[in-house]
């Protein structure tokens, strides 16, 4: 149950977008379309964003999107706002268990 | 609306045991699973267990197996986290989380609570 490979710092200016990739295996992320994206600011729980590689639940902006590719998923943030300013962790399903990414930090600059 | 309210979590020496319970309201909680995700001071998150919505099914990190035990008693909308032989790894907020997924794969969280600190330490 080894954690998925996020980098660990993205920016980007408002208006522009960001891409976080998240790296697993075949036995993960590759393995299956249960892949989800969590938005956590400090001091709090964290929120969903994405589900089922490409979901969005009620209520988060389109200006969030997930994919995948292989074994590599990515979360891409459009038209960056100030507030998009976060942790972010994918997770995947990955067998009778569920494992996170390392988390990346968006810097909104 | 949706609300889960953490308990239990302390200052405990390595060893001992801990409970975390999980109060839970504003949805019918006999319908969905429940989940327990950890996060270190500083680090990022790990998940701990989920257990199904009649508590047919329960599943562990490998870090936890055979040490923690995840239970829920629908009657009283309660989830719990039966924590044994704790290490100073185990320190964490520990966040009870609401499992939303349909397809059984539990990888969907919808809800999460404030988090209750656990603390293992001499």
């Known amino acids: 149950q080894s954690a998925l490979t996020q980098p660990p710092s993205a920016s980007g200016s408002p208006g522009q977008s960001v891409t976080i990739s998240c790296t697993g295996t075949?036995?993960?992320?590759?393995?299956?379309?249960?892949v989800s994206w969590y938005q956590q600011n400090p001091g709090k729980a964290p929120k969903l964003m994405i589900y089922?590689?490409?979901k969005r639940p009620a209520g988060v902006p389109d200006r969030f999107s997930g994919s995948k590719s292989g074994n590599t998923a990515s979360l891409t943030v459009s038209g960056l706002q100030a507030d998009d300013e976060a942790d972010y962790y994918c997770s995947s399903y990955a067998g009778s268990n569920i494992v996170f990414g390392t988390g990346t930090k968006v810097t909104v600059l | 609306q949706v609300q889960l309210v953490e308990s239990g979590g302390g200052v405990v020496q390595p060893g001992r045991s801990l409970r975390l319970s999980c109060e839970a309201s504003?949805?019918?909680?006999?319908?969905?699973?429940m989940q327990w995700v950890r996060q270190a001071p500083g680090k990022g998150l790990e998940w701990v267990a989920e257990v199904w919505h009649d508590g047919g099914k329960k599943y562990y990190a490998d870090s936890v197996k055979g040490r923690f035990t995840i239970s829920r008693d629908n009657l009283q909308n309660t989830v719990y986290l039966q924590m044994n032989s704790l290490t100073v790894e185990d320190t964490a907020v520990y966040y009870c989380?609401?499992?939303?997924?349909?397809?059984?794969?539990?990888?969907?969280?919808?809800?999460w609570g404030q988090g209750t600190l656990v603390t293992v330490s001499s």
């Open positions: 504003g949805f019918s909680f006999s319908n969905y699973g």
């Open positions: 089922e590689v490409s």
């Open positions: 075949s036995s993960d992320v590759g393995g299956y379309n249960f």
């Open positions: 989380a609401r499992d939303d997924d349909t397809t059984g794969y539990f990888s969907r969280v919808g809800y």
